[in-house]
């Protein structure tokens, strides 16, 4: 008997639409700033995983993951073909304001769950403040999507070393100072992600990462 495993991952992808029906584009003036695209947590699913389906002025990304297996030289017929589905994440986020953005998304499996909810809050140019429920800002793979991985599950070292989504208040630059210097701060319950703070304890975790002016292809975390 043989057996393959067989797993296909699944990008939702989709053109942008145009604009409102009835509206006529134009083009913003020369003084007026292009509206910061929304808040995305790119643990959940960031750039890198398709382009984004937008509806109004919310963008929708998303992916499932299909785990199938198909039984050969079972003479016996002691096993049969099986597929699940590992995972359907779908996730919304837009702008209230231009200095306002929020993100929600969910895993739509057989026991669907609340993953992302949150509001980011852009202070200022080098400071945004995002309070709710999202993955903390520490090590490098967490900020890759999960659409950009070999593999469905993240390594055994990320996810020991680094929080899971949490709810919490983390402080970072969207945009890096000079183009170089990148910086986070979190504060979080400590106690994951759809659970209640169940003590007066938090986790204060926190990441600078360096990209030195002038060389190519490296980072300093």
């Not at 669907?112 to 949150?118: D, G, Q, S, T």
């Not at 400071?127 to 090590?139: I, Y």
């Not at 969207?174 to 504060?187: D, H, K, Q």
């Not at 319950?189 to 360096?210: L, M, Q, T, Y």
Request: charged letters at 15%; a neutral charge; aromatic letters at 4%.
């Amino acid at each position: 008997m043989s057996r393959t495993l067989v797993i296909i991952p699944i990008v939702i992808v989709a053109s942008c639409l145009g604009a409102t029906a009835g509206a006529h584009p134009q083009n913003p003036p020369p003084t007026q700033q292009a509206a910061p695209p929304p808040p995305t947590d790119q643990a959940e699913g960031g750039p890198g995983g398709g382009t984004p389906l937008r509806l109004g002025s919310a963008l929708i990304t998303g992916g499932v993951w299909l785990d199938a297996s198909k039984v050969t030289n079972d003479v016996q017929r002691e096993t049969t073909d099986t597929f699940n589905v590992r995972r359907a994440r779908l996730g919304i986020a837009g702008n209230l304001t231009p200095r306002i953005g929020w993100n929600l998304s969910g895993d739509l499996t057989a026991e669907p769950v609340l993953r992302n909810a949150f509001v980011a809050i852009r202070v200022a140019k080098h400071l945004t403040v995002r309070v709710g429920q999202a993955n903390p800002v520490v090590s490098l793979e967490r900020g890759s999507s999960p659409l950009a991985l070999e593999l469905i599950d993240r390594s055994h070292v990320t996810s020991e070393l680094t929080g899971p989504l949490d709810v919490g208040v983390t402080l970072f630059n969207a945009e890096p100072y000079r183009r170089w210097l990148s910086y986070a701060l979190n504060l979080n319950n400590g106690a994951g992600f759809n659970r209640p703070d169940d003590n007066d304890a938090k986790d204060v975790s926190g990441r600078i990462a360096i990209a030195p002016p002038g060389v190519k292809h490296l980072t300093v975390v």
